[in-house]
């Protein structure tokens, strides 16, 4: 049992370049979402998907796209780095929306935009 | 606007001593997590606190809620080195968003 499982675990991307944050989860989790965390800010929500086909926005929404095509994956894009998106992104996932157990977090990609 | 408060934001403490933690949050949710971070790694899951009044402890840490107070404590008894590490809580707004708090970085010396 895997967990939550996020690749690459570090990338270093120009500005304006785009790349695909993985995520994967071998739980049947229903709710996935997506973090990032900064010096100072703990963890701040960039999106989330209560399942399949089925996304919706956080606090910091803005440079990353978000798409879940099937219970397993939720994969975060961003079209056009910028340096302001330097941080760790961390990747959750809990069995349901209610999280009566609580959240699982993957190990994290710690991505630099230069 | 959704808030989640901890104090302090940094506590060094001397191992054998007690101290707790403050968890503030601004909504009426009545869920509220704890999470342990050390330095470059991902987050632990501590506590699931699912109701008013809800206490649970693992070793020297105990953790509590008031929902009426919007508060939560995670009180260490008797500090050990292992605990150093950063602490979040986080509540669940809306049964959708998971909202941290900015962290407790603890630091406990002999």
């Known amino acids: 049992n895997a967990g939550v499982t996020q690749t690459p675990k570090f990338q270093v991307l120009k500005t304006g370049q785009s790349m695909t944050l993985q995520c994967a989860q071998d739980m049947n989790h229903e709710y996935m979402s997506w973090y990032r965390q900064d010096p100072g800010m703990g963890l701040r929500l960039i999106h989330y998907?209560?399942?399949?086909?089925?996304?919706d926005q956080g606090e910091v929404p803005n440079g990353y796209n978000v798409s879940r095509s099937t219970t397993e994956d939720f994969p975060l894009r961003l079209l056009s780095a910028a340096p302001s998106q330097t941080s760790v992104y961390f990747c959750a996932s809990s069995y349901s929306r209610e999280a009566l157990s609580g959240y699982t977090f993957g190990s994290g990609t710690r991505l630099t935009v230069v | 606007e959704l808030k989640v408060e901890q104090n302090p934001l940094f506590l060094s403490m001397q191992e054998g001593k007690n101290y707790t933690i403050y968890c503030n949050y601004s909504t009426t949710s009545d869920r509220l997590y704890w999470y342990r971070q050390d330095p470059g790694k991902s987050l632990e899951s501590l506590f699931v606190?699912?109701?008013?009044?809800a206490v649970k402890q693992e070793g020297r840490l105990m953790a509590s809620l008031d929902t009426k107070a919007r508060l939560s404590t995670l009180h260490i008894t008797a500090a050990v080195h292992d605990l150093s590490a950063t602490y979040f809580c986080a509540e669940l707004y809306n049964t959708d968003k998971l909202i941290f708090g900015t962290g407790t970085r603890l630091q406990v010396f002999p």
């Open positions: 606190l699912l109701s008013n009044g």
């Open positions: 998907s209560v399942g399949a086909g089925i996304t």
